[in-house]
């Protein structure tokens, strides 16, 4: 008997989580950005110090994680390297490092990529949104009230803050006791900040001057394509160099002693989308590079821990400071800074970095206090049944053979944008491209929940179909045919060696259905596809197809050839995740044979890799 779609408002009640709220530290305190520097002045016979220390600490990429869990696998996060996730570790991490250089030392910033990365991200996007609408008022953000508790300071906005829409965004803004900073990110209409650029902060030091430290914020580029869908016309984002060199020397100008960066951005140069956007992805070496003024950088977005990096600014010679502290609360990065006072005016005279481990500390009590009802509430909803399976469904092998799985997620982008199509464009053959998320995803025989059908989407993307050409669409299987390495004919094939190749990852890579054809991984990178046909007929150059793709590669994502540009024969703001959960929930029951079809295969020469 099929099983009536839940209303996931009503799904379960939250449960009221009250708490007096921490008060910030009393002598580190912010500053207006037009604020004039008024030093205190010790008493005449008192010697105001001559040196002084203090240290920033950052994250990036928490991506929702509170607690050190797993919601698609419904136990505690565990990987390869036992690391540990989740912001109530950090915390206590964060009043260590307080307790031993004094609160009046120590601030704290983040990078970016907050709210969406997780299912309690996306219940409270989504099942019990913070942004209710019609004058409702929603609950408020785990991630506010953690952050708010931890008294953050300044947080860069992440390309994934736009994920859910700039409404959800602004709620989320509205609710956090410390500014988002984007200098980059402008309102379309006036090319003004639509978000603060920077902040000032100010260290009291008994008997001498304040020392000023100016926080930066700067987002990611990438935005313009990712999330198209919500800020198309209404925002636009422009380089990382370009305005740090506008904003570094005014925050100079107003007496800030220490310049200090928050990047959603890499630390490499490189960009994922090729010539898509005039401005790099991955650029925070080039601004330590280029501009002058900065001491140091916190770097997010890559997903990489780099203790401490160092950049030599090209007009000054200066050696400014890098730090990504890796993702989800997996790292904690401490930059120390040392001072001297010269003529009244606070010098750096010493910069370091390095990156901290949470795992082993215990989580903090406060934020497990505040947030344990929030997290018992996903919890709940991401084990509800919304279905049966007829057997076990793994991605396990997804990055090198068609599995049933992945057509799972074709079928229902497939038959979701033939509802949608115009007379003309439904008699285009219709396809679709998809990426394998996650190897360690697996849709079990017999019940199946909501956390295992979001373990396999692990992203909150929506749907396209977009019209590519027989000709377009061999470039489109070309280039991620670029995943592979080359591996001659006559050599064995090691799995634990074949993919990724060119910095390419899994989610990267889209296989295609509805068209068959094979990968030759013995030949060269741009000559690998071969007898690509659709219903047993060789594709034409000129033959056109409406292709079902999700939306961060409809507008360039991870820079595939032709796709960003190609009409749109469809459109749709319902996440795929949640497509596929509608799609069990209405019939019940999830079974391959109503949807897995084995159409490509890797081949070495023409010789099939693996058996069928």
């Known amino acids: 008997m099929p099983i009536t779609p839940m209303n996931r408002r009503e799904f379960v009640k939250k449960s009221a989580v009250t708490g007096a709220a921490v008060a910030a530290a009393g002598t580190v305190a912010a500053a207006p950005a037009q604020a004039a520097d008024r030093a205190d002045h010790a008493p005449a016979h008192c010697e105001p110090p001559r040196t002084w220390t203090f240290s920033i600490l950052g994250t990036t990429d928490l991506h929702s994680h509170v607690f050190d869990w797993d919601y698609y696998t419904d136990a505690a996060y565990t990987d390869k390297a036992g690391n540990s996730v989740g912001v109530a570790r950090v915390a206590t991490l964060i009043k260590q490092q307080r307790a031993e250089k004094g609160e009046d030392h120590v601030l704290l910033v983040d990078a970016g990529d907050i709210i969406q990365g997780t299912s309690l991200a996306y219940y409270y996007a989504r099942v019990d949104p913070i942004d209710a609408g019609k004058g409702k008022r929603g609950p408020e953000h785990p991630m506010a009230v953690a952050m708010n508790a931890m008294r953050y300071d300044a947080a860069a906005l992440g390309n994934h803050e736009f994920n859910y829409g700039i409404d959800t965004l602004r709620k989320f803004e509205s609710q956090c006791r410390f500014p988002l900073l984007g200098a980059n990110a402008l309102d379309a209409k006036t090319l003004r900040p639509a978000f603060q650029p920077y902040t000032v902060k100010r260290i009291r030091v008994p008997g001498a001057p304040d020392i000023k430290i100016g926080i930066l ?5 990438g935005i313009a394509l990712w999330d198209k869908d919500n800020v198309a016309g209404k925002m636009s984002f422009t380089g990382l160099v370009e305005q740090a060199k506008k904003y570094v020397p005014r925050m100079r100008a107003l007496g800030c002693d220490v310049v200090f960066l928050t990047d959603h951005s890499g630390l490499d140069g490189s960009s994922s989308y090729g010539n898509e956007l005039p401005y790099v992805e991955n650029a925070s070496n080039l601004v330590a590079e280029q501009v002058p003024g900065i001491d140091a950088i916190l770097v997010g977005h890559t997903h990489t821990e780099v203790s401490s990096y160092t950049v030599t600014n090209k007009a000054t010679g200066k050696d400014v400071i ?6 989800y609360g997996m790292r904690l990065t401490v930059f120390d800074f040392e001072l001297e006072l010269v003529r009244g005016q606070w010098k750096v005279t010493s910069t ?13 009590e406060h934020i497990t206090t505040l947030l344990k009802a929030d997290h018992d509430l996903v919890v709940k909803y991401v084990n509800t049944a919304v279905g049966t399976c007829t057997e076990d469904l793994s991605a396990a092998e997804a990055c090198w053979k068609d599995v049933p799985v992945m057509d799972f997620i074709h079928q229902v982008q497939m038959a979701t944008v033939a509802t949608g199509l115009s007379t003309a464009d439904a008699a285009l053959p219709l396809i679709s491209v998809a990426a394998p998320f996650s190897r360690s995803a697996d849709i079990p025989k017999g019940d199946v929940t909501i956390r295992d059908v979001a373990g396999l989407y692990i992203y909150d993307n929506t749907l396209y179909g977009k019209k590519l050409t027989g000709a377009q669409l061999r470039d489109y299987l070309e280039f991620a045919a670029k995943y592979y390495h080359q591996v001659p004919v006559g050599t064995a094939v090691d799995t634990a060696t074949l993919t990724n190749a060119n910095s390419f990852w899994d989610y990267m890579y889209d296989t295609a259905a509805g068209v068959d054809y094979e990968i030759d991984i013995a ?3 741009g000559s690998r596809i071969k007898n690509l046909s659709y219903k047993g007929t060789a594709v034409t150059d000129d033959q056109v197809f409406v292709v079902a793709v999700n939306n961060y590669r409809a507008n360039g994502g991870s820079g595939y ?10 459109s749709s703001t319902n996440e795929i995740r949640q497509l596929m959960i509608d799609y069990v929930t209405s019939k019940g029951s999830l079974n391959p044979a109503d ?4 159409n490509w295969k890797l081949t070495q020469g023409g010789t099939a890799v693996f058996a069928d």
């Open 322 to 327: 890098l730090s990504e502290p890796y993702c």
């Open 595 to 598: 949807f897995a079809v084995t």
């Open 561 to 570: 050839p032709h796709i960003a540009a190609a009409d749109i024969a469809y």
């Open 217 to 221: 914020g700067l987002t990611n580029p």
């Open 523 to 525: 030949a060269a990178e």
């Open 352 to 364: 370091k970095a390095k990156t901290l481990d949470p795992k082993g500390v215990e989580e903090d």
